[in-house]
């Protein structure tokens, strides 16, 4: 049975930093794509970054690119989320998602989502 678990959500204020990891288990999950996708109070899930099973291959969100990066060892199940210069608009429940899709078409094919987290809170003060 695959299980993501999310960790590492906090506050912090605008201008800070956090780490988010999401261990993966299940032994089909090294060689999927993983991802983390965040969702906000009344608003729709939405794509943030992801990662091939390599850990060659990265996609971002245009609104995170240069200050979040995301990494995993090569064919490893742990995925992290490096999340620097926060901002209040990034306040949001954030998920870990893997799916047997290229990292390049993660965000826009999420009906392809195999496995999903139960989410860690991320909360960005002004």
């Known amino acids: 049975q695959v299980q993501l678990v999310e960790s590492g959500g906090g506050s912090v204020q605008a201008g800070g930093s956090l780490r988010l990891s999401c261990a993966g288990s299940g032994r089909t999950l090294s060689s999927y794509a993983m991802g983390w996708f965040r969702q906000a109070p009344g608003k729709e899930r939405e794509f943030v970054a992801a990662?091939?099973?390599?850990?060659?291959?990265?996609n971002y969100a245009d609104s995170v690119k240069g200050r979040f990066t995301i990494s995993r060892e090569k064919a490893k199940t742990t995925v992290y989320l490096e999340m620097n210069n926060l901002k209040p608009e990034d306040t949001a429940v954030y998920y870990c998602?893997?799916?047997?899709?290229?990292?390049?078409?993660?965000?826009?094919?999420?009906?392809?989502?195999?496995?999903w987290g139960q989410g860690t809170q991320v909360t960005v003060s002004s």
């Open positions: 990662i091939s099973w390599s850990g060659a291959s990265t």
């Open positions: 998602a893997a799916a047997a899709v290229p990292a390049q078409v993660m965000g826009v094919m999420t009906r392809k989502i195999d496995y």
